[in-house]
């Protein structure tokens, strides 16, 4: 039995959705899970996305619709960022519904300190540049984040950029939604992917500029209060989801704030790391006059449970990477603030604080139940298929 023939009002509903609903945010979300698949290798990752994507699921009562890849998926040279964009396109005829924009943030095969590395290090929140370039408002992004999108800029497939392929989608489907998501410090990076693209977006008459719509889970901020109100002004329609005790959401913008972060666990931040957080806040930020806020428009606080106490533990080889992160990142401090013999890798109370990092962040244990107990409840609708796949992968 053939499928029933779509309509133009039920493409036109569906988009409404995408602009004005969190009907497929779990879409997002498990496109940014998708991202991560390959890691290290992209021959790896460009096979398992272009595999998985066609089969991933699509909620009831849309379109009857599926995933195509479009562009993509491409990895800069360092390994920091990959991207890719996907298409809900309908079932019959593959007419374009809207397109996604996914960006995956550097991946250190998602260990405790590797997170860390990734906020410290490469955000470089010590530096800011004027983004975008020139404005007259005072807007400033990270200098991380602005090296970061520069890297994402120069990615061609089939020599188009990622702007080049937006042109063209929105001149060909007018009125089409695109969505920029990505998770962690890829969706720092879909904050100003967003920007970007809504400032060179624009195609041919006379289709008009096309919706764009941020949608970010778990991502530290990008930039300064201007940034900030500009953001805010440009994406009425931008979605922020993040776990209300996961500590990567508040870098940089809430640093005091994370100095208390898990006490309600019993996992209060270890003397060290407090001081190493202070030092930052007062002598890294304070003193240059540096802020980071969070654009405040539609923020998607989930509920963050304490980490059951079977979960399991981290390993040795983890363990050392926590060790090693605060001896190379934080040495100079750490020594400042501690004696060597706190540093000591199986420390239990700093050991048990990244073990909390940890599960607080990741998809599938800080944001996947969360999402979908949202979508659930503003969206009525049931996912046909089963919640936490961990270990199986998408």
């Known amino acids: 039995m053939g499928s029933a023939p779509i309509t133009a009002p039920d493409i036109a509903e569906a988009r409404r959705k995408v602009v ?48 195509k890849l479009a562009w993509g998926p491409e990895i800069t040279d360092d390994n920091s960022n990959l991207m890719f964009a ?19 943030g550097t991946d250190v095969e998602s260990s405790p300190a590797g997170i860390l590395k990734q906020i410290f290090e490469d955000f470089h929140a010590s530096e800011q540049t004027a983004f975008p370039e020139n404005n007259t408002l005072g807007a400033k992004i990270s200098a991380g984040t602005d090296g970061g999108l520069q890297g994402l800029l120069k990615m061609q497939d089939g020599g188009r950029n990622i702007t080049q392929y937006a042109n063209d989608f929105a001149g060909a489907n007018p009125d089409a939604p695109i969505v920029v998501t990505g998770h962690s410090l890829g969706g720092c990076q879909s904050t100003v992917m967003a920007m970007h693209l809504s400032l060179n977006v ?29 953001y805010e002004q440009k994406f009425p329609a931008s979605r922020r989801w993040f776990n209300n005790i996961d500590l990567v959401p508040m870098a940089f913008a809430q ?68 060790n090693a992160f605060i001896l190379n990142a934080f040495g100079a401090v750490a020594q400042k603030f501690a004696s060597v013999p706190f540093l000591h890798p199986r420390t239990p109370d700093l050991v048990n604080w990244f073990k909390e990092l940890l599960f607080q962040h990741l998809i599938y244990t800080g944001y996947w139940d969360a999402v979908h107990d949202y979508s659930q409840e503003v969206g009525k609708f049931g996912w046909p298929f089963p919640l936490k796949p961990i270990g199986q992968g998408i």
Request: hydrophobic content about 35%; proline content about 13%; glycine content about 6%.
């Open 86 to 104: 996907a298409e809900f396109v309908t079932k019959a005829g593959e007419r374009p519904v809207y397109s996604t924009i996914v960006i995956r």
């Open 202 to 230: 624009k195609p041919a008459p006379p289709a008009p500029p096309p919706p764009i719509v941020p949608v970010t889970f778990a991502a530290p901020s990008a930039g300064n209060q201007a940034f900030a109100n500009l």
């Open 20 to 67: 004005e609903t969190d009907f497929f945010a779990l879409c997002h979300l498990m496109l940014c899970q998708l991202s991560y698949s390959g890691e290290d290798n992209i021959k790896d990752a460009r096979a398992r996305i272009t595999t998985r994507l066609p089969n991933l699921p699509t909620p009831p009562d849309a379109v009857d619709g599926k995933w």
């Open 255 to 322: 640093l005091q704030q994370m100095e208390q972060l898990w006490e309600q666990c019993g996992r209060p931040m270890p003397g060290l790391f407090q001081k190493i957080i202070q030092f930052y806040r007062e002598e890294v930020l304070g003193i240059q006059g540096i802020d980071y806020v969070q654009p405040a428009t539609h923020p998607k606080q989930l509920d963050g449970e304490c980490q059951p106490p079977n979960a399991p533990l981290l390993i040795g080889t983890e363990i050392n990477d926590v």
